[in-house]
């Protein structure tokens, strides 16, 4: 094999074309695998790495943790997509989790992306678009929906949670959370809220998993 490899390579010299070599070999159970790309430049032989890694939501999977298989049946709605909820939408997604209802009015500013977890080229954008994109780059297996909007009727919030496991408040409005609290109550879907105060410096999370359980 070296033997073939050294006859191969040196004929690129002679030949002037470029030819592209594929190494092979078995590590801790996974095939490894390189393709060598050898040149002639100007009579100089060159040879240039080109690493093979394979990109199927499988393997993408096995970074994702070991609730990924669990949480890929999960279903969460975050109200509110801003420094708080971008994020923690980026954090469960990449945790596996399998649905995720993104619902917001905002639009991602340039001052937004600081702490955002959308990036700058997608500043004019809704931050519910502006994070669905991002998303279907990182985490395939995550189906986004986005409600562009807010709403404070009782009856549209409750067909918009009726569906989820799991229901996040990241809007930082208190009297949204209650009204989001006794909706958790009376349709028995937990509720996780969370807020920024005095600049960052300041952080209240709170849980609702069920009557009993604040």
């Known amino acids: 094999q070296r033997h073939n ?3 191969r390579y040196h004929s690129v010299a002679e030949s002037g074309e470029p030819r592209l070599f594929l190494i092979s070999w078995e590590r801790e159970d996974e095939q490894e695998a390189l393709v060598v790309l050898a040149e002639n430049r100007g009579g100089v032989m060159a040879a240039e790495a080109i690493e093979v890694a394979p990109i199927d939501t499988e393997y993408l999977m096995l970074r994702a943790g ?4 669990l949480l890929s049946e999960k279903r969460v709605i975050i109200f509110g997509i801003g420094a708080i ?7 469960l997604a990449e945790s596996g989790v399998g649905k995720l209802t993104l619902v917001d009015s905002d639009t991602l500013r340039p001052g937004n992306v600081v702490r955002h977890a959308a990036s700058r080229r997608l500043v004019g954008a809704p931050k519910v678009v502006a994070v669905h994109l991002e998303l279907e780059d990182r985490t395939p297996w995550t189906v986004v929906k986005t409600i562009q909007g807010n709403t404070w009727n009782p009856d549209e919030i409750r067909k918009a949670i009726e569906d989820h496991d799991c229901v996040v408040d990241a809007t930082g409005l ?6 989001l609290s006794i909706l958790g109550e009376r349709t028995g879907i937990p ?3 969370s807020a920024l105060y005095y600049g960052g410096s300041l952080t209240r ?7 009993a359980d604040v």
């Open 205 to 211: 999370i709170r849980r609702q998993a069920d009557p």
């Open 85 to 91: 909820g971008s994020n923690l939408a980026f954090r």
């Open 5 to 7: 490899f050294e006859r």
């Open 66 to 69: 070991d609730d990924a298989r």
């Open 191 to 193: 509720l996780v809220s």
């Open 174 to 179: 208190a009297s949204f959370t209650v009204q």
